[in-house]
């Protein structure tokens, strides 16, 4: 396993308390349990570094704030329009599947791009294969394409993968 040495270096103290902090608010403070939860929490951040290797991320504060409000104010639009239609008499419904083309290569970044996706009410990916993002949605007749790539651009900005 090949890791950079300065990444490790500030990503195994950052792992290691944070294992440490989630290990005494569930074990509590008692001052005999302590050395068990250093074990734990070394053996948990060897394992994480392992498992998850640290990466460069540069997010971007502001582009990061735009997607936030975007994901706020989509949420909420996209949540009063699942509640309309479900209110409405008869189904107002055009379900179906879309398929868009994005450029995350396979990795992290388009985990958390897939897990910001499925968090909008009304779409949620089914699959991502190559590049093509199959997303499933109660209306194929709204843009769902467009907002795909227009959320995927902003993302991508606000982790600082551009």
Same mark, same amino acid.
């Given at each position: 396993?090949?890791?950079?040495?300065?990444?490790?270096?500030?990503?195994?103290?950052?792992?290691?308390?944070?294992?440490?902090?989630?290990?005494?608010?569930?074990?509590?403070?008692?001052?005999?349990?302590?050395?068990?939860?250093?074990?734990?929490?070394?053996?948990?951040?060897?394992?994480?570094?392992?498992?998850?290797?640290?990466?460069?991320?540069?997010? $971007?504060? +502001?582009? *990061?704030?735009? &997607?936030? =409000? /975007?994901?706020?104010?989509?949420?909420?639009?996209?949540? !009063?329009?699942?509640? $309309?239609? +479900?209110? *409405?008499?008869? &189904?107002? =419904? /055009?379900?179906?599947?879309?398929?868009?083309?994005?450029? !995350?290569?396979?990795?992290?970044?388009?985990?958390?791009?897939? &897990?910001?996706?499925?968090?909008?009410?009304?779409?949620?990916?089914?699959?991502?294969?190559?590049?093509?993002?199959?997303?499933?949605?109660?209306?194929?007749?709204?843009?769902?394409?467009?907002?795909?790539?227009?959320?995927?651009?902003?993302?991508?900005?606000?982790?600082?993968?551009?």
């Amino acid at each position: 396993m090949a890791f950079r040495a300065p990444l490790i270096m500030t990503s195994l103290p950052a792992r290691f308390s944070f294992f440490l902090s989630v290990w005494l608010m569930i074990a509590g403070w008692r001052q005999e349990d302590l050395p068990v939860g250093l074990i734990a929490s070394a053996l948990a951040a060897w394992i994480s570094l392992s498992l998850l290797s640290p990466a460069v991320a540069r997010p $971007r504060l +502001a582009p *990061l704030a735009k &997607l936030s =409000l /975007r994901f706020l104010s989509g949420s909420i639009i996209a949540g !009063l329009d699942v509640a $309309r239609r +479900a209110l *409405l008499p008869h &189904l107002d =419904l /055009r379900p179906g599947f879309v398929d868009v083309a994005f450029t !995350l290569p396979p990795g992290a970044a388009r985990n958390a791009f897939l &897990l910001y996706q499925s968090l909008q009410p009304g779409t949620a990916p089914t699959s991502a294969e190559g590049e093509i993002l199959q997303v499933h949605c109660l209306d194929i007749s709204l843009p769902i394409a467009t907002a795909v790539l227009a959320d995927e651009a902003l993302f991508k900005k606000a982790i600082g993968y551009e």
